[in-house]
């Protein structure tokens, strides 16, 4: 019977001392602390589905589990992850001017000194300007531009007209006249 009871007490104390080494009593350096095992990541701006051209701010929050933050890192798509600047409230510019446009996932993840991780993600649109045209083109320019298409087209053509008539062109034939009379 005192083995069942001893035994009862070392859980019962094995348990305490994992809630005291799991659970700190205050936030670390490390950022805010909501008691849980894991960091928690929220993408606070832009908002999902947010169009976005050229480059954009994008940040969040980052609240650590039970052992202070170390980082935030963000990527886009497949990409290589990047470090955002702070912890508990993060930013970071995303360059994305050569994206293709279109629906592309942005992903942002917290992590602790035990590299556990959380990560959070938002869809975004991106629809970046196409190259600079200005509102008129110059008459010079565009009558210039007929002309060598011209030129280029005469030349492409009178090549291969040229080319035509010389498989088809015939030998001269020479064709004798001869006197009635039968004299040569």
């Not at 205050?26 to 894991?38: L, N, V």
């Not at 280029?152 to 006197?179: D, H, K, W």
Request: net charge neutral; aromatic share 4%.
């Amino acid at each position: 019977m005192e083995n069942k009871a001893g035994a009862g007490i070392f859980s019962v104390l094995g348990i305490a001392i994992m809630v005291v080494l799991q659970v700190p009593c205050a936030a670390g350096p490390g950022g805010r602390s909501d008691g849980a095992g894991a960091p928690r990541c929220a993408i606070t701006s832009p908002a999902g589905g947010t169009i976005v051209r050229g480059d954009f701010e994008l940040s969040g929050t980052a609240v650590n589990g039970s052992l202070p933050l170390e980082s935030v890192e963000v990527r886009v798509d497949g990409g290589p992850w990047r470090y955002a600047e702070g912890l508990d409230d993060w930013t970071i510019r995303i360059d994305i001017s050569l994206m293709r446009d279109g629906n592309h996932t942005v992903y942002a993840r917290a992590r602790d000194a035990n590299n556990q991780s959380a990560e959070a993600s938002i869809n975004i649109s991106v629809r970046n300007p196409g190259p600079a045209v200005e509102s008129g083109t110059d008459p010079v320019c565009l009558i210039f531009a007929v002309v060598i298409a011209g030129v280029v087209a005469s030349v492409v053509l009178g090549a291969s007209a040229r080319r035509m008539m010389g498989a088809n062109r015939q030998s001269p034939t020479r064709v004798r006249t001869y006197p009635r009379d039968g004299a040569r």
